[in-house]
């Protein structure tokens, strides 16, 4: 079955620390791993997409990596600010012409001053 | 910035009415897809639309729901005889040709049912 699989549930970091949320998956076949961010009512916005040949992808204070022999993934917020409180979610879809994304249930950061 | 869009943001109806949730995705983009999030739960697929036809459903997606592209813009979901369990945020998604592309989602319709 295809599934993801997010750590921790939650997590609570003062303003300026750094921090790094966990993803794993059993999605095949594999297309490309992407990290949103869905502030609450939103929809997600994409942070970061990796496709299978790629380790590593950097936008800004996020940087994700990928090890896909593993199947794991992790996203790396660096100097964290209030508005980066939010839900992290990894999704990752399938190599079909549709690419169809299984959900993660993701990560709600908690960032306090 | 082009951007998907999405009408109504909330949508409120008594169960059992039919619901037509509308979506603009990216003009240049070429598959479109339904999500769903209930509160508190996580995004969940629906259904992805290319070359105006369905290209994949979930088991969600039963005989109460519907996709049309009825002209070149939008892209909209219908649910026929809506239940209390329909009750949740949907999302629209757009992408460009090609599987590595991203998605890019739209605001979402809130969808109460009463």
Not at chain 2, 54 to 62: A, L, N, R, T
Not at chain 2, 75 to 89: C, G, H, N, Q, V
Request: aromatic residues 10%; glycine residues 6%.
């Amino acid at each position: 079955k295809n599934q993801v699989e997010q750590s921790p549930q939650s997590l609570i970091i003062l303003e300026g620390k750094n921090c790094t949320l966990q993803c794993n998956y059993t999605v095949s076949p594999f297309s490309n791993l992407r990290w949103y961010k869905q502030d609450t009512g939103r929809g997600p916005v994409s942070l970061t997409i990796m496709t299978f040949s790629e380790n590593t992808k950097s936008n800004g204070r996020y940087t994700a990596t990928l090890d896909a022999d593993t199947k794991q993934s992790s996203l790396h917020i660096t100097a964290s600010q209030l508005s980066d409180s939010a839900s992290y979610i990894c999704v990752v879809s399938r190599n079909t012409n549709a690419g169809k994304s299984t959900f993660g249930d993701g990560t709600t950061l908690t960032v306090k001053p | 910035e082009p951007e998907v869009t999405q009408t109504p943001s909330h949508q409120v109806t008594q169960m059992g009415q039919e619901v037509i949730l509308r979506c603009v995705p990216i003009s240049n983009h070429l598959y479109f897809y339904w999500y769903r999030q209930i509160l508190g739960q996580k995004v969940e697929f629906l259904v992805s639309f290319y070359n105006n036809e369905i290209s994949e459903k979930s088991e969600i997606f039963d005989d109460q729901f519907s996709v049309e592209r009825p002209d070149g813009s939008n892209f909209t979901l219908k649910i026929r005889s809506t239940k209390l369990e329909d009750s949740a945020m949907y999302f629209c998604a757009s992408r460009r040709d090609g599987t590595y592309n991203e998605q890019f989602f739209g605001p979402g319709t809130r969808l109460t049912v009463l």
